[in-house]
């Protein structure tokens, strides 16, 4: 069974603070993604990663792949309360299809 | 900006009853998909649809779903008896290509069956 687990499942910090989500699998992935999802809407595209030891940055987000193309992580720096989400990774096996993340929800206190 | 857009926003309906799910994808997309995501839960794979056919399918698109690509721009979910158990938020995305895929979700359809 294919299971993409991340951690923590909830963080809650205040502004201005760093933070670092993991996603966790015993799969390798031919790529992986972030969204990140608002209540009631759907998942966002953030970034793709490709190659194995890959790191994309977006503004104050920091996105790695594993070498070995299993795990990844997210880094937000100087964390802001517009960062307030659930963030999603989702990896891709074969083709045609997304197995999405447990997902972290991170709240950002002003 | 192009969006994928789905309609209704929210559709209730009674449990045995068929509804569909219409989704609007991205004008140059060629790959389809349906996900869903029940309340408090992660979002799970339904399908993919590519080229006017199935490319792929979950353990949960049983018999009781298909999809549809009716006209050049509309691409549907049917679910025939819906169960209480359907009740969820579910998703179109599409994208340009199968691999490294970059899907672009719309904002959902909430399904709720009572």
């Known amino acids: 069974t294919q299971l993409l687990e991340q951690s923590p499942q909830f963080l809650s910090i205040q502004e201005g603070e760093n933070l670092t989500v993991y996603c966790n699998s015993s799969?390798?992935?031919?790529?992986l993604q972030w969204y990140r999802q608002e209540p009631g809407e759907g998942p966002v595209l953030l970034v793709t990663v490709v190659t194995g030891g890959e790191v994309k940055k977006l503004k104050r987000l920091t996105f790695q792949f594993g070498d070995a193309r299993k795990d990844s992580s997210l880094h937000i720096t100087a964390a802001q309360p517009g960062d307030t989400g659930l963030y999603l990774c989702a990896g891709e096996r074969g083709a045609n299809n997304l197995f999405f993340g447990t997902g972290t929800r991170l709240t950002v206190i002003p | 900006e192009p969006e994928v857009t789905q309609t209704p926003s929210h559709q209730v309906t009674q449990m045995g009853q068929e509804v569909i799910l219409r989704c609007v994808p991205i004008s140059n997309h060629l790959y389809f998909y349906w996900y869903r995501q029940i309340l408090g839960q992660k979002v799970e794979f339904l399908v993919s649809f590519y080229n006017n056919e199935i490319s792929e399918k979950s353990e949960i698109f049983d018999d009781q779903f298909s999809v549809e690509r009716p006209d050049g721009s509309n691409f549907t979910l049917k679910i025939r008896s819906t169960k209480l158990e359907d009740s969820a938020m579910y998703f179109c995305?599409?994208?340009?290509?199968?691999?490294?895929?970059?899907?672009?979700f719309g904002q959902g359809t909430r399904l709720t069956v009572v």
């Open positions: 799969s390798v992935f031919s790529s």
């Open positions: 995305a599409s994208s340009q290509r199968t691999r490294n895929t970059e899907a672009f």
